[in-house]
Every structure is written in C-alpha cells, then in structure tokens.
C-alpha cells in the first residue's frame, strides 16, 4: 500500500515545475486531506459541496482550500500544494567603481598636503621648544656674567688690559681669558648702561677709563665687578693709610702693599714686570738688564689705599706722587750736569743707602760726583750698598749663576762707574743731594758703628781710619 508519505514524496520530486519543500517555520495554508482506501465513488452532490473543483478521480488527494488559478498560461494544475517564495536576498553592494588617474593623484595629493601640513607643525613646535630652552640658557648665562649670579667658579685668573683699553677691548679680553661666555649680550649691556649715564649726564660725562697693567682676578666675578676693578676709581670703602720711608727697595714696598691686604705680592709683582705706565718720565726709562724695571720710581711718601684695591690703581699712586715731585728745576739743573732723569736717581738711591741721615748726603754726593769726574783714576765708585741689593734682593730668588750676572751690573766694586739702574726709592732730600752736592775734595768716605762718617782724600788716610775704628771697636 502506498502511504501518504510515498506519495508527497514522489509528488515533490517528480514534478519540477513545484516550488522547494517549505522551509521551517514558514507559514502553510491548512488543508483537508481525504483518502479513499476502498475505491468508493463519491457522489456528485457530496463532492460539490465539498469542493467544486476538486478532482474526480478515485483515491487522489485533492485540498480544500487550492491555491487561486493563475491567468499566466504555465498556471500550476490545481490542487498541487504551494509553498511560499523564498524571501529575496538582499541586493549585495556594488562594486565600487574603478577611480580614475585623477581622483586617486587628487587624493594623494590630499594626503601629502596633510603629512607636510604635520611635519610643519612638529618642526615648528621642535623649533620653538629648543628657542626657549637656548633663550632661557643666554638669559641664565648673561646674569651670570653681568652679575654673577650662580657662578660657583673660583680659580684665579692673570690677564693684562692695555692702556687706553675700551670698554669693548676689556670685555675682548675677559672673554678669551674664559671669564664671561656671552660677550655679545655683554657688549649690548655696556653699551645701554653707557648711554643711559650718557643721555642723563649730558656733555660732563666721560667714558669709562681703564688703567692698564696685570690683574689677577677671580672667576666667581660678574662683569660690572671686573670693570670696577679696573677702572682708575675704586669702589670699596675700606681703607688703609701706609707710610714707605725713604730707601724702601721694590720688593719691601710690593711685600708691605700685600701684608696689609691692598692687593696681592704676585699681582704687584706681575705688574711691575709687564705693565707699560704711560707716564712721560717712563718712556725713555732704560730697563734692559735690571732686575726691577722701575725700581727707584716708587716715591717713598704716605698712602692711603683699598683693601682689595686694584694693583695698577695702587702703583699708580706712586708715579703720580714721583712726577710731582720731579720738579722743572730738578730737569733743568740735570742737564747742567750732563745728567738724565734715571742717572740722577741711580746716584740718589746710592747716597740714601749709605747715608746714616740727611745731614751727610750732601758730602756723600761730593765724593761720589768726584769719583764719577774722575774715571781713569777712580773707575768704580765702590759702595758696600749696590754690593748688599744683589746679595739680600736678587741673589735668593736665582740660581748664583745667574745672581753674578746681576752682581757685575750692580755692585760697583765690580762695574765702572754708576750701576745699572737705581737700587732703592730715593726721597726728596736724596735726589736734591745728587742734583747739588758738596763742593769738596774727597774721595772716599766710611761709618763707624754709630754712623758718624769720615772723609777721606786718598787710599791710604782711609785705609787708617778704618784701622783706627777697628782698634776702637767701633768699626762697622
């Protein structure tokens, strides 16, 4: 017997004008199934009423409720059963449509515009981040040389300012001698602070004056301290009043301006030796072959200085003080005697030494101008004092070597006629003994211990007085 299943399930497969069996969960029509398994006719009326157009064949399956005929001729046979269309998939997205050449260069252009539009905005943001990180650095390394402000160095600097130096040439200076780092802004500063004194103090002001020399200066110091220092007017207020007796040598002078904390020996020292004074009298000075260059031109007198002062400021002191005092008439009476300036100085710095006091130059002066008149028979001037300035001056600071070399310039048991330059400061009453001496006959001259001295006209009246003094005890 064939069963309702076998039958649907031919009937599916066998005719392929029928739609796909129905999907799960879709929605069928009911229908009304009638099976006649013995073969019974229907009868007419029966089958009328129960579906008009039902099919007359025995033992077909027929439904109640037939799909409605289609008026397309290819119409299905009714009675078959219908399964709803499938749903219409969704319509896919177009392909999209090829680009042309010149919507893609457009839009790679775009894109190149907005990475260099980008790279503008970083490098200018780079830029201005390294701008203010190199502003911020000149601003803190200009308030450290204008001012001094941070700066933890502290080593000790020699450098030289020449005369006549401006301000541009100091800072010229400071800079190679590694003491300010922004000489620019150093420059740009002066030269404001210079115009607003200018603009304030009309035509009395004056630019800055530097005096030249040697300085031994400190790191740790800002500009506008450095250019105190050098200027010819001190700023400290702390002072010292020294006294410098006549004979003073230039190493007991230097040693006392650095005992009492005016400035420092090697600074003064450094000076004498490198520094070019302008000051007229010093021009035409001889110095080849001194030990001192201006020994002899410290004029022993009473200063009043700044502890801490500037070393040139302070020797200048001294040369200001000797050209006052070397007067017209001192030039004048020089050159009755066939005598320069330094010739009259060398033979007054010998007469302060052996002197025992002012009473004696005078005498001490006739002896030795007679003894420089006389050269064929008197050739060296034999004092014990130029012998003693290479021994206690010069001798322990070289090797002896070289102490000989200044012993045959200096000490005139030695050389002929006056020494080399002057061996002590002479004071007024010194100088004037060598400018005027006394008119007298002697050529030789000695202390006893208590320096009463004694004239002599020839070798051997001297040689008995000595022996006279060494009898009495009162032999030096």
Same mark, same amino acid.
């Given at each position: 017997?064939?069963?309702?299943?076998?039958?649907?399930?031919?009937?599916?497969?066998?005719?392929?004008?029928?739609? +796909?069996?129905?999907? =799960?969960?879709?929605?069928?029509?009911? #229908?009304?199934?009638?099976?006649?398994?013995?073969?019974?006719?229907?009868?007419?009326?029966? =089958?009328?009423?129960?579906?008009?157009?039902?099919?007359?064949?025995?033992?077909?399956?027929?439904?109640?409720?037939?799909?409605? +005929?289609?008026?397309?001729?290819?119409?299905?046979?009714?009675?078959?059963p219908v399964t709803p269309p499938p749903k219409a998939a969704a319509p896919e997205p177009a392909a999209p449509k090829a680009k042309t050449g010149a919507a893609q260069s457009k839009k790679k252009k775009k894109r190149q515009r907005s990475a260099h539009a980008g790279a503008i905005v970083l490098a200018v943001l780079i830029c201005s981040l390294a701008a203010t990180a190199l502003f911020s650095w000149l601003g803190i390394s200009a308030l450290q040389d204008v001012f001094a402000m941070g700066k933890t160095s502290n080593r000790e600097v020699e450098l030289t300012i020449p005369n006549k130096a401006t301000t541009a040439d100091v800072i010229d200076i400071l800079s190679n001698n590694k003491l300010i780092n922004q000489k620019a802004v150093c420059k740009l500063y002066t030269n404001?602070?210079?115009?607003?004194?200018?603009?304030?103090?009309?035509?009395?002001?004056?630019?800055?004056?530097?005096?030249?020399?040697?300085?031994?200066?400190?790191?740790?110091?800002?500009?506008?301290?450095?250019?105190?220092?050098?200027?010819?007017?001190?700023? &400290?207020?702390?002072?010292?009043?020294?006294?410098?007796?006549?004979? /003073?040598?230039?190493? +007991?002078?230097?040693?006392?301006?650095?005992?009492?904390?005016?400035?420092?020996? +090697?600074?003064?020292?450094?000076?004498?030796?490198?520094?070019?004074? $302008?000051?007229?009298?010093?021009?035409?000075?001889?110095?080849?072959?001194?030990?001192?260059?201006?020994?002899?031109?410290?004029?022993?007198?009473?200063?009043?200085? /700044?502890?801490?002062?500037?070393?040139?400021?302070?020797?200048?002191?001294?040369? =200001?003080? #000797?050209?006052?005092?070397?007067? $017209?008439?001192?030039?004048?009476?020089?050159? =009755?005697?066939?005598?320069?300036?330094?010739?009259?100085?060398?033979?007054?710095?010998?007469?302060?030494?052996?002197?025992?006091?002012?009473? &004696?130059?005078?005498?001490?002066?006739?002896?030795?101008?007679?003894?420089?008149?006389?050269?064929?028979?008197?050739?060296?001037?034999?004092?014990?004092?130029?012998? $003693?300035?290479?021994?206690?001056?010069?001798?322990?600071?070289?090797?002896?070597?070289?102490?000989? @070399?200044?012993?045959?310039?200096?000490?005139?048991?030695?050389?002929?006629? @006056?020494?080399?330059?002057?061996?002590?400061?002479?004071?007024?009453?010194?100088?004037?003994?060598?400018?005027?001496?006394?008119?007298?006959?002697?050529?030789? #001259?000695?202390?006893?211990?208590?320096?009463?001295?004694?004239?002599?006209?020839?070798?051997?009246?001297?040689?008995?007085?000595?022996?006279?003094?060494?009898?009495?005890? @009162?032999?030096?």
């Open positions: 017997m064939t069963t309702m299943d076998d039958r649907n399930q031919n009937a599916w497969g066998k005719d392929p004008r029928r739609g +796909q069996p129905p999907q =799960e969960g879709a929605q069928a029509q009911p #229908f009304k199934l009638d099976l006649d398994f013995d073969t019974l006719e229907l009868s007419t009326d029966i =089958e009328s009423l129960l579906e008009p157009d039902a099919p007359s064949a025995k033992g077909a399956i027929y439904f109640a409720n037939p799909p409605k +005929q289609r008026s397309h001729p290819s119409s299905r046979p009714v009675g078959v404001f602070t210079e115009w607003m004194k200018s603009k304030n103090s009309g035509a009395s002001y004056k630019k800055p004056e530097y005096i030249g020399g040697m300085y031994l200066v400190n790191s740790g110091m800002g500009l506008e301290e450095l250019l105190g220092f050098f200027k010819a007017q001190p700023t &400290q207020s702390e002072t010292v009043s020294l006294l410098f007796p006549e004979g /003073y040598t230039m190493q +007991q002078i230097t040693e006392k301006i650095s005992r009492y904390r005016v400035t420092s020996m +090697q600074v003064l020292e450094g000076t004498l030796v490198t520094t070019d004074f $302008d000051f007229p009298f010093l021009k035409n000075l001889p110095t080849s072959g001194r030990y001192f260059r201006y020994e002899g031109y410290l004029f022993p007198d009473t200063y009043e200085f /700044y502890i801490n002062e500037n070393p040139n400021s302070a020797l200048r002191r001294f040369f =200001e003080n #000797f050209g006052k005092k070397w007067t $017209d008439k001192y030039g004048a009476r020089a050159k =009755e005697l066939g005598m320069t300036m330094d010739q009259v100085i060398t033979l007054a710095s010998i007469v302060q030494k052996e002197a025992a006091n002012s009473t &004696q130059m005078k005498d001490i002066s006739g002896v030795l101008h007679n003894r420089l008149n006389r050269p064929d028979g008197y050739p060296m001037l034999e004092c014990d004092s130029t012998r $003693d300035y290479v021994t206690v001056n010069i001798a322990p600071h070289m090797d002896p070597e070289t102490a000989l @070399l200044y012993q045959n310039v200096y000490n005139t048991y030695i050389c002929k006629g @006056l020494p080399i330059g002057p061996i002590c400061s002479p004071g007024t009453a010194a100088i004037e003994a060598a400018l005027w001496p006394a008119d007298h006959s002697y050529f030789y #001259f000695q202390h006893d211990k208590n320096g009463k001295i004694y004239l002599s006209k020839t070798k051997a009246e001297h040689d008995g007085i000595t022996t006279d003094l060494v009898v009495s005890g @009162l032999a030096q």
